[in-house]
């Protein structure tokens, strides 16, 4: 997701061409994505920053900073941050480009931001992303993996008060899975009836 002061006039990552960006802190997902997207479609920044959210609101809101990137369940903290006393626009990918850029990197998916998400959103608008993990060493006992699913999806509620991208889990969402699940979250899926895909089965 990303975003800028509306008076800026950027819309679209077209913009980020000869733009300063902020991708979050040097190494993470943000940085790394975001160095491949600039490269991939040839819109090089005058610019590239390393600073942590709450620092590059604080440069937009001062003019110093073009644009800012994030990535995260929405809303994000840091967008949400920067409406209440700034006026911001917030886009991501059209579909076109999200397509391209998954099929490069197809562990990434096509997402749509509901409109009204963030102060002033009033339309939804597509990018790309990633769904929700939980990384499990293969040899964590089948039964204790099975009762963490269990345990998450039954208190989606009370994890979304604190997070409210946990209101978005959905068990049916394994289905877009490119990655082998544990023994005992397969257990979990089978016995909620939820069909796995093949790249999802477990490995053992």
């Given at each position: 997701q990303f975003y800028a002061l509306r008076s800026s006039n950027i819309?679209?990552?077209?913009?980020?061409?000869?733009?300063?960006?902020?991708?979050?802190?040097?190494?993470s997902g943000t940085d790394?994505?975001?160095?491949?997207?600039?490269?991939i479609f040839n819109i090089p920044p005058a610019k590239i920053l390393n600073l942590n959210p709450s620092d590059a609101n604080n440069q937009l809101a001062d003019r110093l900073l073009d644009i800012a990137m994030v990535q995260g369940g929405a809303p994000h903290p840091a967008i949400n941050e920067a409406s209440v006393t700034q006026d911001i626009i917030v886009f991501g990918m059209p579909q076109k480009e999200s397509k391209s850029f998954i099929q490069k990197y197809p562990i990434l998916s096509e997402m749509t931001i509901p409109a009204n998400t963030y102060k002033g959103q009033k339309e939804a608008f597509s990018t790309i992303g990633s769904y929700m993990v939980l990384i499990a060493h293969k040899d964590i006992p089948d039964d204790l993996v099975f009762e963490l699913v269990q345990a998450t999806f039954k208190n989606k509620d009370q994890l979304a008060a604190a997070y409210k991208a946990y209101m978005l889990l959905k068990p049916e969402d394994v289905k877009y899975s490119p990655i082998p699940l544990h023994r005992g979250a397969n257990q979990y899926y089978?016995?909620?009836?939820?069909?796995?895909?093949?790249?999802?089965?477990?490995?053992?």
């Open positions: 819309k679209s990552i077209n913009d980020i061409k000869g733009k300063s960006i902020n991708v979050s802190r040097a190494g790394v994505w975001g160095r491949r997207l600039f490269e089978q016995k909620a009836g939820i069909t796995v895909p093949k790249a999802a089965m477990p490995l053992e």
